[in-house]
């Protein structure tokens, strides 16, 4: 069974992470879908929960108040943002993120007069990272709430989520200036990995989860673009590590 409710208090973009995280610790709660926009939360559970229990479940987050959700609107007063993006729409930020990182590096490459795949894989690496990191340095705050909402590592140690974008940062200009590559693509390889599990479990369990990957400034939902992007820069580290060692 699937209920709305009205969810009072979702001011910034790791609120609907905090929520989400909260309720989806009730026993009976399978999945969680908050709107900071229209301000609901979404909630699919195997067993009636009373009202009562989320608003327990809150009080250690005041600043949040549950209630039950109005009527729903009449088709007729629906608006163009409440109606359905299509896949294309949903994910058009990072499909022209890695547009523009590919071109980019593919035209490096052409300049330089040939084609070099290790230098490619280098360039395409220190772009994704440093983009990557510009839009989660935006609000650290927000994406380390995000963050801590299924990856393994940042639900046991919050630290890990405020940290998480310098990393990022970090990796992107040592692939930029070339740096011991051993040592790069091993810290990337690790990084992605640990990333990579906290996708998968969540994938698995079929719950709704922000992915995090652009901080909070585009709120796309957790799927295989995601699993992709992480996917991508492990065979890409991999890669350039068994090239560098054998």
């Not at 071109?103 to 983009?131: C, S």
């Not at 040592?183 to 698995?204: E, K, Y």
């Not at 922000?210 to 295989?224: N, W, Y």
Request: hydrophobic letters at 50%.
């Amino acid at each position: 069974m699937t209920h709305k409710y009205r969810v009072i208090g979702l001011t910034c973009g790791g609120c609907d992470a905090t929520v989400s995280r909260v309720f989806s610790k009730i026993k009976g709660v399978e999945s969680v879908v908050v709107s900071p926009d229209h301000q609901t939360a979404e909630i699919q559970m195997s067993r009636h929960i009373p009202l009562a229990e989320f608003q327990s479940a809150l009080r250690e987050h005041p600043k949040y108040q549950i209630a039950e959700a109005a009527l729903p609107p009449v088709l007729e007063n629906q608006t163009a943002d409440d109606a359905p993006k299509s896949w294309l729409k949903t994910y058009q930020p990072i499909l022209l993120i890695f547009g523009y990182i590919t071109g980019t590096t593919l035209l490096i490459e052409y300049t330089a007069g040939g084609f070099d795949w290790m230098r490619w894989m280098r360039h395409f690496m220190a772009g994704f990272f440093l983009v990557f990191s510009f839009f989660k340095l935006l609000d650290v705050s927000a994406f380390a709430m995000s963050y801590s909402s299924y990856d393994i590592v940042a639900r046991r140690w919050s630290g890990w989520g405020y940290a998480y974008p310098f990393v990022e940062l970090g990796l992107g200009l040592l692939f930029l200036i070339d740096f011991n590559a051993i040592i790069t693509n091993s810290i990337a390889f690790v990084v992605m990995v640990l990333s990579l599990i906290g996708v998968v479990q969540s994938l698995l369990a079929k719950r709704n989860f922000q992915c995090a990957c652009l901080g909070a400034v585009f709120k796309l939902p957790m799927s295989r673009i995601t699993l992709f992007e992480d996917a991508l820069m492990i065979a890409m580290s991999g890669a350039m590590l068994v090239t560098i060692v054998f």
